[in-house]
């Protein structure tokens, strides 16, 4: 087999966090909002689905929707349980939506989302004014019985930008002033949207967000640009490469997003973003990604919100560098779709990878020997396309045993994968 060579340009699906705040502030805004290049994907879908259950008429996915809002407290009560997927983002973004209104709401899920953690959400929500059952533990079913909230400042435990989102559109639809503070920056799309829509919208340097809510919610027009988390997978593959470069215009590169970019390229990628736009406060390049000499890298717990989606891309990178990469601060990858600390490292061991796994984190010692097997993706998109981008290195030979579960986020994966390697 030739050593890895990669040619093409790559223009990714739309940003599958906007997507979802798009869809969500559109059906709240007064008026039609136009929303182009949505991310079309299960995730989407059930975000979409759910707020036609609530009462807006929000139309099929596609590349261009017009939706005609409801106004920020008009939707209705849902005739039955919201089932979400696999998508926590649903589940957590409208539980903050529904506790603001005055009916009952139901969110159920599959298998893997019903084990992820809700009482995180559920929490501030209460202390709001909500009151919110759970079926089992703390995951899915779950029942918000919305009404009239209190104003709150919630120090939040863990960077999450779904809880802030959650508390945030709570405090909108509520018309009631909130403010989130959190142990270290989070991924920031619902600021930077609401801010964008004329709502005010801060944050302090001690790592607060504060949302004073306006009476109504501005229609918008907005084109959602490439996913920077789906970018990733084709600038690990250059990075991977013997030769050749890959460009991924349009792609979505605020600072909240771009952590493995800037992890890759310390650790020698060569990585260029240029013709920088902005567009209803989201930041857009486009970024063009080749070889280098990888070694290996320490990533700190500060670094992670930034790239938390793209920490199994990374240690995949981090099989093929010189030293050991060490992640910690990452416990958060325990409760994604899949446990992705184990997922991760047992993978690795399982093509014949040296790696490591620990309660936050993971190390990996790179090599340049074949890597072969199976991958168990455990029905996890990130895990499936990371272990498919190293399968395409030089000497391996790795079968995925899940494919399909790219759909969540990425449907034409496997295709575009196709396009750039040469």
């Given at each position: ?10 223009r ?14 559109a ?5 039609e ?7 079309v ?10 707020l ?55 969110f ?17 929500l ?10 089992k ?13 209190q ?21 909108l639809?509520?018309?009631?002033p ?7 920056p ?16 801060t ?10 809510p ?45 952590g ?18 902005e ?15 990888l ?55 399982g093509?014949g ?8 984190g ?21 895990i ?8 395409c290195?030089h ?22 994968l196709?396009?750039?390697?040469a």
């Amino acid at each position: 087999m030739a050593p890895l060579t990669v040619a093409g340009t790559v223009r990714v699906p739309g940003d599958k966090s906007i997507s979802h705040r798009a869809l969500i502030l559109a059906a709240l805004a007064d008026g039609e909002s136009v929303i182009r290049d949505v991310l079309v994907a299960e995730d989407t879908a059930s975000t979409a689905y759910a707020l036609r259950a609530l009462g807006n008429d929000a139309p099929p996915l596609g590349s261009e929707m017009r939706i005609h809002g409801t106004g920020v407290r008009d939707l209705r009560a849902p005739e039955s349980p919201l089932d979400c997927g696999n998508s926590g983002t649903t589940v957590r973004l409208l539980a903050g939506v529904v506790a603001g209104h005055p009916f009952s709401t139901t969110f159920t899920g599959d298998e893997s989302l019903s084990r992820r953690p809700m009482r995180r959400i559920a929490e501030p929500l209460t202390a709001m004014g909500a009151r919110i059952s759970f079926a089992k533990d703390d995951g899915l079913p779950m029942t918000v019985q919305g009404g009239n909230l209190q104003h709150i400042a919630w120090t939040s435990e863990v960077a999450s930008a779904q809880v802030k989102s959650a508390i945030l559109l709570a405090g909108l639809v509520a018309g009631v002033p909130v403010s989130v503070r959190e142990p270290r920056p989070s991924r920031d799309h619902t600021e930077r949207m609401l801010r964008a829509l004329g709502m005010e919208v801060t944050r302090s340097r001690d790592g607060v967000t504060k949302l004073t809510p306006g009476a109504s919610l501005d229609p918008f027009e907005l084109t959602v640009p490439g996913d920077a988390s789906s970018a990733a997978f084709f600038i690990a593959l250059a990075a991977l490469a013997a030769r050749g470069t890959v460009t991924l215009p349009g792609v979505c590169i605020d600072p909240a997003r771009t952590g493995f970019l800037r992890a890759v390229r310390r650790m020698g990628a060569k990585i260029r973003v240029s013709g920088k736009t902005e567009a209803t406060g989201e930041e857009i390049g486009t970024v063009s990604a080749g070889p280098g000499a990888l070694r290996a890298i320490s990533v700190k717990p500060g670094e992670i919100p930034a790239m938390i989606d793209e920490l199994p891309l990374l240690a995949c990178v981090a099989a093929r560098a010189e030293g050991e990469t060490v992640v910690r601060g990452a416990a958060e990858l325990r409760v994604k779709e899949s446990d992705r600390i184990a997922a991760i490292v047992d993978n690795l061991r399982g093509l014949g990878a040296d790696a490591e796994a620990f309660d936050d984190g993971f190390a990996v010692r790179g090599s340049d020997k074949p890597l072969r097997g199976t991958v168990r993706t455990y029905g996890d998109h990130r895990i499936a396309m990371s272990f498919g981008v190293l399968g395409c290195g030089h000497g391996n030979e790795i079968r995925i045993d899940d494919r399909d579960c790219v759909a969540v986020s990425y449907p034409a994966f496997w295709a575009d994968l196709k396009k750039v390697v040469a």
